[in-house]
Every structure is written in structure tokens, then in C-alpha cells.
């Protein structure tokens, strides 16, 4: 099987890659998710069983890949947009706005472990298998960590959005 999978990859890599980009726009992301499609193959040769041919499914899960890839880079700009977070330092927050300080506030009121992990995956960009490693926990602990980053900020953008409205309804 291993010369098989080196095959496939030699035979159809290219092709891939072309289908990735047409829906990412974006050479190197392509490329990457052409391998990680490949790294998957290699981990499942023992037990992946395709019934179609191997070309179809490479096309789809490829596809497949890419459209999760465009929805993960979209979640992600929309929550630095949301947070007005950027690439910045936090020390440079305390000098913009009320909102960013609100931000930072909010950043600090979360353990370290999880905000250090949250400004790893959003601000730095970093895979959940990249936090595990550099921190020294499992991907799980990652991502129940994100998940709790998350319901914490909703939870305080959902507050700060009733007293917007209570504020604005005093005025009439």
C-alpha cells in the first residue's frame, strides 16, 4: 500500500491542487490542503475502503477540505473583526478606544492557559495541533478551552448588547 499511496500522489497531486485552488484562491493553502488530504490517505490505508474511484474521491474530499478551509478563515476574520482585535499586541489596546479596552478587559478576566491559547489560535493563527504541542496538553483540551473562550465572550457581547438597548431606550 505504501507504494500505492507514493503512486496516487505522484498521479494526482497536481490535479488536486488545481481543484483546491479554484475554490480557495490561495497557492500555498491549496498546496496544504492537498497534503494534509494526502497525510489523511497515508493514516487510513489500512482500513479506507473507497468505492468509487480513487480520483472522485480525492476530487470531492479535496473539495470538501477547501470549502472547511474558507469557512475556518471566515469565522476567523469575522471574529477579529467582531473583537477589533487584529494582529495587535494587547499592551497597544489600552491606548485605542473604549471598545478595545473593553476587549482586553475581557481577555484578562479568562484563565491564562485559556487566553494564551485563544490569542495563539486567533490573533497568531495557530492549528489546535500546534497550541496541544507548544502547551503540552491534548487537541481536546485545546478545543474545550476555545469552546470556553467563546461562550465567555458571547456571553459578555450578548450583556453589553442588552444595556446598549436599555441605555438607548432611556433616552426615549
Request: one cysteine or more; hydrophobic letters at 40%.
Amino acid at each position: 500500500m505504501t507504494n500505492k499511496v507514493e503512486v496516487l500522489f505522484k498521479d494526482n497531486y497536481a490535479l488536486l491542487c488545481l481543484v483546491s485552488f479554484s475554490i480557495v484562491k490561495d497557492r500555498d493553502a491549496a498546496k496544504d490542503i492537498v497534503q494534509d488530504f494526502f497525510v489523511s490517505i497515508w493514516n487510513k490505508k489500512e482500513t479506507l475502503t473507497i468505492t468509487t474511484s480513487f480520483e472522485a474521491y480525492a476530487r470531492r474530499s479535496v473539495r470538501n477540505l477547501s470549502l472547511l478551509y474558507l469557512e475556518k478563515e471566515k469565522k476567523t476574520s469575522r471574529l477579529e473583526h467582531d473583537l477589533d482585535f487584529g494582529k495587535e499586541d494587547p499592551p497597544s489596546l489600552l491606548d485605542k478606544p473604549k471598545k478595545n479596552r473593553k476587549l482586553y478587559d475581557l481577555l484578562n478576566q479568562m484563565p491564562d492557559k485559556r487566553k494564551e491559547i485563544f490569542i495563539s489560535f486567533v490573533v497568531q493563527g495557530k492549528s489546535y495541533s500546534e497550541i496541544a504541542e507548544s502547551n503540552g496538553v491534548s487537541i481536546n483540551t485545546v478545543k474545550t478551552q476555545m469552546k470556553r473562550a467563546y461562550a465567555f465572550l458571547r456571553t459578555h457581547k450578548k450583556q453589553d448588547f442588552i444595556s446598549v438597548v436599555l441605555i438607548f431606550c432611556s433616552f426615549f
